[in-house]
C-alpha cells in the first residue's frame, strides 16, 4: 500500500513577479497535513501572494504574474501545466479577509461550490438537503440558520457569513483551506468563535492560515511562518518561535519593534 | 443664570455656541448655492413640463379610439396613424432584438474576459466615437450597408439594422458599467471555488447586473422610437398604408410619419401633428414605465 503523503503543501524554492516587481524569493514552506500553520509578518511581506500561489488564483492576472520553483499539494505537482485550476481549487479552498458571501440564498451558498463540481446535471433534494445540514454543523452555524436557509446570505452577521464562507467550501471535499486574514473584519468576541472552529477543523483539513494578530498566531495555530519583504525568514513550532525566536528580525517584529 | 461658570459670566452659556460672522457668511453661502442648483433644476423641469402640457392641451382633443386605429386619409390630412404606431412596434422590436444580444455580448467579453490592452482600449474609443456619431451619418451608412450592400432595400430590416447600430453603445456603456458595479469579491468568490468565469457570469454576475443592463435597454428604446433621420431613407415610407407583414416590408414610422405631415403635407390640421406627438411620447413613456418596474423589481431581489 502506497503511504499517504505526509505532507499537505510543500513549497520549494518559490520566487514571484509581478510584472517587474519580484513579491516572493525562493520562498520554503512545508506544512503538514492536518496541521495550522500561521503565516505572519508585516504588510507587503508576501504571505497573502504566497498563499494564493497554492491554488494559482493569482494566475487570474495573466501573463503579468510570473512564479518558478516548485509546489505540491498532497505530493502532486500544482504548477504543471495538466493541472486542472478547477479541480485545485476544489481541493485547495480559499477564506477571505472580508466575508464574501455570493448574493444568493444561505442554502445556494453552501451547494454552490458543490453544482459547480457536480458531474450530473440531474440533483437530488434530499443529497443536497444533507449536504447543507453536514457542512452547516461542522461551521456550527447549522441550529441558527437551520429555520431560515432560504433567506438571502448576505443578511447574516458578518461572523456567520463567514463561518458560512468555510461552510460552502467543504461539501467538495477539500484537503486545504487557505484563510488570508479571516477574523480581521470580525469583532473579538465572532474573531474568538472563528478561532475556535478553525481549531476544530484542523486534522480533518490542513490550515494555512495569514493573520496579522500576533496573538492569533500564538493561540490558534501549531507552527508559524514568518516573512519578510517577500522572504522566509523562519519557520518553527509556534511556542518555539514565540518564545525564543531564532532570528533577530523574527524577534523585533513578535515584541512589536516594526510591522 | 446658573449655569455660567468660569467665563466670567458674560452673558450666559449660549455665547460659546453663539454664530461667528465667519458661520453666518458660511450659512449664506450655503443658501446661495442650494439655491442655484434648485434653480437648474427648475431650468430642466420646465420645458419638459410645457412640451408635456401643450402636447396634452393641443393633440389630447385628437386622441381617439379612431385616431389610433384608423389609415391616414385625405392624403393624410385626415384619418388616423395605425400603420405609423404598429410601424414604430416594429422597428423598435426588431432593433432590440439586434442590439441587445450583441451589446450585451461585447460588454461581457470587455468586462469579463477581455485583458487591458491596447486593442480593447481601441475597441472602447470606438465605442465611444459610436455613440458620438450623428444619426444621419448612421442613416447614410445604413443605406450602404444594409439597404445596397447586403440587398435587403428599403425594408424594417435595413432600417431597424441601422437603428441598432445607432443605440450598440447605449446597451454596450450601460451593460459594462453595471457588469463593473458587481462587486469583485464575488468574482473572486466563484473563481476560488474552481467556477470558470462563464459559470461565474452566469450564476452571480448576470443576475446581478441585470437592473442595469436594463436601464441601457429603456435607454435605446427610447432612442430608437424618436429617430427620424436613419430610418428615412432605409427603410420608413412617406406613406404606406398597409401594415407591414414581415420585416422586408417598408413601414410608416410615428416620428417619420410626424416629420412628413409637419413639412411636406400642406393642410394638415395642427391637432393631427400634435396628436401623433402625443402618441408618440405616450408610447415611449410606456415602454419605459414597463421596464422601469421591471427593473425596480429585480432590484428589490437583490440585497447587497
Known amino acids: 500500500m502506497v503511504e499517504a ?4 503543501i510543500d513549497i520549494q524554492n518559490v520566487s514571484l513577479w509581478y510584472g517587474d516587481f519580484q513579491a516572493l524569493f525562493e520562498v520554503d514552506l512545508q506544512v503538514k ?12 511581506c508576501g504571505k497573502s501572494t504566497l498563499l494564493r500561489a497554492v491554488n494559482r488564483i493569482n494566475e487570474r492576472l495573466g501573463d503579468y504574474v510570473r512564479t518558478t520553483g516548485e509546489i505540491h499539494v498532497l505530493d502532486q505537482d500544482i504548477l504543471s501545466d495538466d493541472v486542472e485550476l478547477s479541480q485545485l481549487r476544489r481541493h485547495v479552498g480559499m477564506v477571505f479577509q472580508r466575508p464574501n458571501p455570493l448574493p444568493l440564498s444561505i442554502r445556494d451558498n453552501v451547494l454552490f461550490a458543490h453544482r459547480i463540481h457536480r458531474a450530473d446535471e440531474k440533483f437530488n433534494k434530499l443529497e443536497e438537503d444533507e449536504i447543507v445540514e453536514n457542512a452547516l454543523r461542522r461551521v456550527l452555524l447549522w441550529d441558527e440558520v437551520k429555520d431560515r436557509l432560504g433567506r438571502e446570505a448576505t443578511g ?24 488570508d486574514e479571516p477574523t480581521s473584519a470580525l469583532d473579538p468576541k465572532a474573531t474568538a468563535a472563528l478561532e475556535e472552529l478553525i481549531w476544530e477543523l484542523h486534522g480533518d483539513y490542513t490550515i494555512l492560515i495569514v493573520t496579522h494578530n500576533m496573538a492569533q498566531a500564538r493561540r490558534a495555530s501549531e507552527e508559524t511562518a ?23 528580525e523574527t524577534a523585533d517584529y513578535i515584541e512589536g519593534r516594526y510591522g | 443664570m446658573t449655569h ?33 442648483f434648485g434653480l437648474m433644476t427648475l431650468i430642466l423641469v420646465v420645458p419638459v413640463g410645457i412640451i408635456f402640457g401643450v402636447l396634452l392641451v ?18 393624410m390630412t385626415a384619418g388616423g396613424i395605425w400603420p405609423a404606431l404598429v410601424g414604430t412596434i416594429w422597428l423598435v422590436a426588431v432593433s432590440l432584438v439586434a442590439s441587445v444580444p450583441v451589446g450585451v455580448a461585447a460588454a461581457i467579453y470587455l468586462s469579463e474576459y477581455a485583458s487591458d490592452s491596447w486593442l480593447t482600449r481601441g475597441i472602447n474609443l470606438a465605442i ?22 447586403a440587398g435587403f432595400g428599403t425594408s424594417i430590416l435595413a432600417a431597424s439594422l441601422t437603428l441598432a447600430v445607432m443605440t450598440l453603445p447605449l446597451v454596450i456603456v450601460a451593460t459594462r458599467e453595471s457588469l463593473q458595479a458587481v462587486p469583485m469579491a464575488f468574482r473572486e468568490a466563484c473563481w476560488n471555488m474552481g467556477a470558470t468565469r462563464w459559470q461565474t457570469i452566469r450564476t452571480v454576475v448576470l443576475p446581478n447586473a441585470i437592473s442595469g443592463i436594463l436601464t441601457g435597454v429603456i435607454l435605446s428604446v427610447s432612442r430608437t422610437a424618436g429617430e427620424t433621420a436613419p430610418i428615412m431613407f432605409t427603410g420608413a415610407a412617406f406613406f404606406f398604408p398597409f401594415l407591414p407583414t414581415s420585416v422586408f416590408d417598408q413601414t410608416m414610422a410615428m416620428a417619420m410619419h410626424l416629420f412628413v405631415i409637419s413639412t411636406a403635407v400642406p393642410g394638415a390640421p395642427d391637432e393631427l401633428k400634435y396628436g401623433t406627438a402625443l402618441t408618440l411620447i405616450t408610447l415611449v413613456l410606456l415602454m419605459n414605465a414597463g421596464s422601469i418596474w421591471f427593473r425596480s423589481y429585480l432590484r428589490g431581489k437583490k440585497k447587497w
Open chain 1, 33 to 44: 497535513r492536518g496541521s495550522i500553520t500561521a503565516l505572519i509578518g508585516p504588510s507587503g
Open chain 2, 128 to 149: 465611444i466615437n459610436l455613440a458620438g456619431v450623428p444619426s444621419i451619418v448612421h442613416a447614410l451608412f445604413g443605406v450602404g450597408a444594409f439597404v445596397i450592400f
Open chain 1, 156 to 179: 447574516l452577521s458578518l461572523e456567520e457569513q463567514q463561518k458560512l464562507c468555510i461552510a460552502r467550501l467543504l461539501p467538495v471535499k477539500p484537503t486545504v483551506l487557505l484563510m
Open chain 1, 226 to 248: 514568518f516573512m519578510l519583504l517577500g522572504r522566509m525568514v523562519e519557520h518553527r513550532v509556534t511556542e518555539q518561535i514565540f518564545l525564543a525566536p531564532q532570528e533577530e
Open chain 2, 4 to 36: 455660567s461658570e468660569g467665563d466670567g459670566g458674560v452673558s450666559g452659556p449660549s455665547l460659546m455656541f453663539a454664530a461667528t460672522p465667519l458661520n453666518t457668511r458660511n450659512h449664506r453661502l450655503q443658501w446661495l448655492f442650494r439655491a442655484l
Open chain 2, 58 to 75: 393641443r393633440g389630447g382633443p385628437a386622441i381617439s379610439f379612431e385616431f389610433l386605429f384608423s389609415y391616414p386619409s385625405d392624403g
Open chain 1, 5 to 8: 503523503p505526509t505532507l499537505a
